[in-house]
């Protein structure tokens, strides 16, 4: 009876008093703070405190290395890097016969720019500008100037760069997502082969890419030469002012579209099959599937890949770097590596500090306008 009722019984392990709890717990905090340290601290090292250092400098003259102390200049960084004019430049007329004056091709002649923005005491608003473009419309050359005409055609470049390499990346990589969605054997050694160059670093690709489009021996030129049997001309790709740009653009989308193929391929992955069953029987064409089956089960990957070739697109720097270093004649320099020029190369940290704060301001702007215009309504 006795062990009967000794083996009916329960077990039941003590309760530990609240102190040793509470003890438990504090320790258990501890560790996980322990864990997160590293983390926050190289955030703060390197994140959080350089970017409120850098928002402080770019209101003052800092200089990496100046025997004057610094000084408090409030937005004048900012209002040089803003400033813009539009002024209209008259064709030369000849004093003694009233007519224009004509250069040897029969063009109109213009006054140089420096002649207003310099001292020019008819014209203070312009003095210290700088001319960023020029066109002309009839007798009359408008010149563009900017307090910093580099950092305007570093923001223009990059805008024409994002404009090109967004579509075309994620398009591309939308394109080769479906071709490699398919159940077929082998499909896999395509998918690898798209996407090699995403892990090859950005250095080696540019270094790579800048021998191909070598002006005299590149693979290029090579090729375009032995497929028009001989006569075609050798371009400096990367030498001209009109070509440097697509250059850069084409190896950009070549290097990344593989990263972007992967998400777009996640994404479809993620539709059921019975969608595209029902809508086969229902009579739906590849196209139709495509629009009100595909389409709309992407939306979500649609917005990441958007946001994140643009954040990619802004922050272009490496290739620039290597592969141009921003020339020639600024056509292909941006913001990025006019900030890294400024404020290292010329150790004007106060005005590279600008720079980085407006380009800050510039990217999250767009990022919450793309956010707001892709936003789910109800």
């Not at 002024?87 to 029969?106: C, M, Q, R, S």
């Not at 790709?237 to 070549?254: D, R, Y």
């Not at 270093?325 to 190369?345: A, C, E, K, Y």
Request: net charge neutral; hydrophobic share 45%.
């Amino acid at each position: 009876m006795s062990m009967s009722s000794s083996v009916g019984k329960t077990a039941v392990s003590p309760t530990p008093p609240p102190a040793q709890t509470s003890k438990a717990r504090r320790q258990e905090a501890w560790a996980g703070y322990g864990m997160i340290a590293p983390a926050v601290i190289l955030l703060l090292a390197f994140l959080i405190v350089p970017f409120f250092m850098a928002f402080g400098f770019a209101f003052t003259n800092q200089r990496l290395i100046s025997p004057n102390p610094t000084e408090f200049v409030g937005t004048r960084n900012f209002e040089r890097l803003l400033t813009m004019r539009i002024f209209p430049n008259k064709a030369e007329v000849d004093p003694d016969t009233g007519e224009y004056i004509l250069d040897e091709d029969g063009n109109y002649t213009f006054p140089r720019s420096r002649n207003f923005t310099r001292d020019n005491p008819d014209y203070p608003e312009l003095d210290g500008l700088q001319e960023a473009y020029a066109w002309v419309s009839g007798d009359t050359q408008y010149l563009l100037l900017a307090g910093d005409s580099v950092f305007l055609r570093s923001l223009l470049n990059i805008l024409y760069f994002t404009i090109i390499v967004v579509p075309v990346q994620g398009g591309l990589g939308l394109g080769l997502a479906l071709l490699v969605n398919q159940k077929l054997r082998g499909i896999n050694i395509f998918r690898t082969i798209y996407f090699i160059p995403v892990v090859i670093s950005m250095v080696i690709v540019s270094i790579l890419w800048r021998f191909i489009y070598d002006g005299n021996n590149g693979l290029l030129n090579s090729l375009l030469s032995m497929l028009s049997f001989g006569s075609f001309q050798p371009i400096d790709w990367l030498g001209n002012e009109k070509t440097s740009m697509p250059a850069i653009i084409i190896m950009s989308v070549w290097q990344g579209v593989g990263f972007h193929m992967v998400i777009w391929l996640a994404g479809l992955q993620t539709i059921p099959g019975v969608l595209y069953e029902a809508a086969a029987v229902a009579g739906a064409s590849t196209w139709q599937q495509f629009r009100y089956v595909t389409w709309p089960g992407l939306r979500n990957t649609f917005v990441f890949v958007l946001i994140t070739i643009t954040m990619a697109a802004f922050g272009l720097f490496t290739q620039v770097d290597i592969m141009t270093r921003g020339g020639p004649l600024d056509s292909t320099t941006t913001v990025i590596h006019q900030m890294v020029q400024r404020g290292f190369n010329k150790q004007d940290i106060a005005y590279g500090s600008a720079i980085s704060v407006f380009f800050f301001l510039m990217v999250l702007t767009v990022a919450l306008i793309q956010r707001y215009l892709t936003r789910e309504n109800d």
